[in-house]
């Protein structure tokens, strides 16, 4: 028998963070009687005074937000990292019990003045607008902390507390573990084929055309070939970059563009707001910005949990936490299935019917 990657378990190979993943594609029929999520929510009021992220309204700690037009970012009135006033932790002479110094900031910041709208149903330059502070934050932020971590977490399904669009931002004064691990596997790869690992990889995407979902003339965005969750995605520049600060402004258009063709698939593939959490990794920053980082690609991550429909979503439990993580859907086939998905938003489609009747 010929090995059929759409039918074979077989385990792959995830080279930015050194593991692998198991995938058994010929699981995908097996019934669900578990646990099912809630259908979202859809009926958000476009502003609500009493809720803590709208224009004008006041935060849980007494400050009242300006009646802000387009993005709007404050500090977060519970942050995980502060600044200062935390005093380091006593050395241990004991190599099993290490503790070190954690400083840094957390702030939240709203895509839009509106509640009942998300990025895919912003228009172009509002979202344009939300990349431009994206990379102010990595300048300013960027300057202090090594790292600076932006990341979105949408849907209730994912914790996420608020519908008011926003995304966070947590910067450290140390590398977190999952871009720590992602340092080492570019770097170790730069020194031994003296090439950027992700600069092959959109290359790689480019010539085999079999995980695209999207692309345009600058950017790419694929079902990475070693993708965990069923319809994770990567979205990439086609050329080198470092950091978000460093795009261009075409960049910046394409990269809007782009951002909502993706997430207009993912609500179209189940006709609801797709939950996910994301987030943007690039090069280093802080006294990092002094050494070479060549060996850094710039690059999103999309972790969406949904697996066959709005409710039924997938859990990375059992052996996914105790032994590596699995899959049904090959990566090939989710691309497939999002590529085919239309770019109109299903949302915008059903009012344009409902005006039309
Ligand atoms: P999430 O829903 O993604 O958790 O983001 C909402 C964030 O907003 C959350 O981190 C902060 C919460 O701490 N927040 C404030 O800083 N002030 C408030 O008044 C409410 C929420």
Same mark, same amino acid.
């Given at each position: ?29 097996? &019934? ?8 979202v929510?859809e009926?958000i009021?476009r502003? $609500?005074?009493?809720?803590? /992220?709208? &224009? ?13 037009? =387009?993005?709007?970012? +404050?500090?977060?009135? +519970? &942050?995980? /990292? ?29 895509f839009h003045p509106w509640s009942d709208v998300t990025l895919p149903l912003m228009s172009n330059a509002e979202v344009?607008?939300v ?23 949408k849907?209730?399904? #994912?914790?996420? =507390?608020?519908p008011h669009p926003h ?6 004064? +140390? ?22 690992? /992700?600069? $092959?990889?959109?290359? /790689?995407?480019?010539? %085999? ?14 079902? &990475? ?20 600060? $460093? ?9 809007a563009e782009?951002t909502k063709k993706l997430l207009t698939k993912y609500d179209n593939?189940?006709e609801t707001t797709f939950?996910?959490? #994301? ?12 050494? $070479? ?15 066959? =429909? ?5 859990? #990375?439990?059992?052996?996914? #936490?105790?032994?590596?993580?699995? %899959? ?14 239309s770019e109109n938003h299903y949302k915008l489609q059903q009012d344009f019917?409902?005006?039309? =009747?």
């Amino acid at each position: 028998m010929e090995f059929d990657p759409k039918e074979h378990q077989h385990i792959r190979y995830n080279p930015l963070k050194d593991d692998w993943i198991l995938v058994s594609p010929h699981r995908m029929k097996r &019934p669900w009687k578990g646990q099912t999520e809630k259908q979202v929510e859809e009926n958000i009021p476009r502003h $609500d005074p009493k809720n803590p /992220l709208c &224009p004008g309204a006041t935060r849980a700690k007494g400050e009242v937000n300006p009646n802000y037009t =387009s993005t709007f970012m +404050f500090e977060n009135d +519970f &942050p995980a /990292l502060l600044q200062e006033g935390a005093p380091a932790p006593r050395e241990d002479d004991h190599p099993l019990l290490q503790a070190r110094s954690a400083v840094g900031t957390c702030q939240v910041m709203c895509f839009h003045p509106w509640s009942d709208v998300t990025l895919p149903l912003m228009s172009n330059a509002e979202v344009e607008e939300v990349i431009r502070k994206w990379a102010d934050i990595i300048s300013d932020l960027g300057a202090k902390y090594e790292w600076v971590q932006i990341f979105e977490n949408k849907g209730a399904v #994912m914790g996420c =507390s608020n519908p008011h669009p926003h995304c966070q931002v947590w910067a450290s004064n +140390f590398m977190p573990n999952e871009p720590r691990i992602k340092d080492t596997n570019q770097r170790n790869y730069f020194q031994k084929h003296g090439k950027v690992l /992700l600069v $092959d990889y959109v290359n /790689l995407e480019l010539e %085999r055309k079999e995980r695209i979902v999207v692309e345009n003339s600058s950017w790419l965005v694929v079902v &990475p070939y070693w993708a965990t969750w069923p319809y994770e995605t990567m979205l990439l520049p086609k050329r080198h970059i470092l950091r978000l600060s $460093d795009l261009t402004e075409a960049e910046v258009k394409d990269l809007a563009e782009i951002t909502k063709k993706l997430l207009t698939k993912y609500d179209n593939l189940f006709e609801t707001t797709f939950p996910y959490s #994301m987030g943007w990794h690039g090069a280093p920053t802080g006294s990092k910005l002094k050494e $070479d980082q060549s060996h850094w690609q710039l690059h999103a991550m999309y972790y969406p949990p949904l697996l066959r =429909s709005a409710t039924v979503k997938k859990f #990375m439990v059992g052996y996914e #936490m105790l032994a590596q993580s699995q %899959r049904d859907l090959t990566a090939e086939q989710a691309a497939e299935k999002l590529r085919g998905l239309s770019e109109n938003h299903y949302k915008l489609q059903q009012d344009f019917t409902d005006n039309v =009747s």
